[in-house]
Each structure stands twice: as structure tokens, then as C-alpha cells.
């Protein structure tokens, strides 16, 4: 059987994921990032759509597939300097098709199981933004030579002020 592909666009919300198995489909297009309510709410802002490149397919063991990857650019925190840093996010993933928590059991560790729901429908979108926000880095920096990190001034060495000593109250209280 040749596989088909649908043809570059913007990628459907919903899918019948067993039929797309059974067809071998290939999806290439975009998802609005600007419509992925916990992806919007885990950056400060996106700043392109979702490309991804998706297969539906069956591996040797006939496990049912989702394999693909997707990748985006989105504005986040910088964790040294607090200034907005972009972020380039890709993701490759290998998700494991079933119906229920007995078959994702079944699933061999290097598949992540995505349960479908009725009739094989895939909310393939919210697929998609969960392998984003896996992606996502957990401390957002700038690299060091771009970070416009507010170093504070180092204290003059030679000042004669005689800085007191945290300690000289426990000191006090050893005393007594």
C-alpha cells in the first residue's frame, strides 16, 4: 500500500487516528499557537504557529502509532537576567495509540500512551501542545554573552568601615 499525504495546511483539530493507521496518513501543516490555551499560558507569548510532520502508522508489533515532530519559537522569562529571552522549541516524539489504561500497559517504554476517544477519535491538536510544553526549557536563558545580567557593583576592599560581624550575636548568647 503507498501511503498517502495530506497535502501541507493547516493540521485538523480532530482525527479519526485508527482510520489514518489503517491508511498509513502523512499530515504536514501548521497549528495556530495562538489557540493553545495552556501553551499560551506557560510563556509570555508565542511568537510563531506549531510546523509539524506527523505519520500515523503501525511499528513491527502492530502497536498503533502517532510518530512526528513539531517545532516553534515562543518568548519566555530569562531565569539571570528576568528580560524576555525567544526560544526556539522542537520536539520528536513516538506516541502509542490505545483505548484504555489496559493498552497503554501493553505499550513498550519508549512509547508515551495517548488514549483515544471514541470511535479513534485523536484530539490531535492537544497532542501536539502537550509535546510542546514537554519541550519547553525549565530555566529559560539568554546565553551568557547576550544575558543582560545587572551584576552589582563589587564593594571597595580598602573602605575602613569595620563591616559588623552577623556572628557577634551568637557569640553574646555563648557567653551567658
Given at each position: 500500500m503507498i501511503p498517502r499525504t495530506m497535502a501541507e495546511a493547516?493540521?485538523?483539530?480532530?482525527v479519526d487516528?485508527?482510520?489514518?493507521?489503517?491508511?498509513i496518513q502523512k499530515l504536514s501543516g501548521e497549528i495556530d499557537s495562538s489557540e493553545l490555551t495552556r501553551l499560551n499560558q506557560s510563556v509570555e507569548r508565542c511568537l510563531a504557529p506549531i510546523n509539524c510532520v506527523l505519520s500515523f502508522e503501525r511499528d513491527e508489533e502492530r502497536h498503533r502509532l502517532l510518530v512526528g515532530e513539531c517545532s516553534t519559537r515562543v518568548a519566555m522569562i530569562c531565569q539571570r537576567c528576568l528580560d524576555v529571552v525567544e526560544v526556539e522549541v522542537s520536539s520528536r516524539f513516538e506516541l502509542g495509540l490505545v483505548f484504555n489504561d489496559d493498552?497503554?500497559?501493553?505499550?513498550?517504554?519508549?512509547l508515551e500512551?495517548?488514549?483515544l476517544g471514541e470511535n479513534g477519535q485523536l484530539d490531535l491538536w492537544a497532542a501536539i501542545e502537550d509535546e510542546v510544553l514537554l519541550s519547553l526549557p525549565a530555566f529559560p536563558a539568554h546565553p551568557e554573552s547576550e544575558c543582560q545580567l545587572q551584576q552589582p557593583e563589587p564593594e571597595d576592599s580598602n573602605s575602613n568601615e569595620q563591616q559588623p560581624n552577623p556572628f557577634d550575636v551568637l557569640a553574646q548568647l555563648k557567653q551567658k
Amino acid at each position: 500500500m503507498i501511503p498517502r499525504t495530506m497535502a501541507e495546511a493547516q493540521i485538523p483539530h480532530r482525527v479519526d487516528a485508527v482510520k489514518f493507521v489503517e491508511q498509513i496518513q502523512k499530515l504536514s501543516g501548521e497549528i495556530d499557537s495562538s489557540e493553545l490555551t495552556r501553551l499560551n499560558q506557560s510563556v509570555e507569548r508565542c511568537l510563531a504557529p506549531i510546523n509539524c510532520v506527523l505519520s500515523f502508522e503501525r511499528d513491527e508489533e502492530r502497536h498503533r502509532l502517532l510518530v512526528g515532530e513539531c517545532s516553534t519559537r515562543v518568548a519566555m522569562i530569562c531565569q539571570r537576567c528576568l528580560d524576555v529571552v525567544e526560544v526556539e522549541v522542537s520536539s520528536r516524539f513516538e506516541l502509542g495509540l490505545v483505548f484504555n489504561d489496559d493498552q497503554a500497559r501493553q505499550l513498550p517504554r519508549r512509547l508515551e500512551p495517548v488514549e483515544l476517544g471514541e470511535n479513534g477519535q485523536l484530539d490531535l491538536w492537544a497532542a501536539i501542545e502537550d509535546e510542546v510544553l514537554l519541550s519547553l526549557p525549565a530555566f529559560p536563558a539568554h546565553p551568557e554573552s547576550e544575558c543582560q545580567l545587572q551584576q552589582p557593583e563589587p564593594e571597595d576592599s580598602n573602605s575602613n568601615e569595620q563591616q559588623p560581624n552577623p556572628f557577634d550575636v551568637l557569640a553574646q548568647l555563648k557567653q551567658k
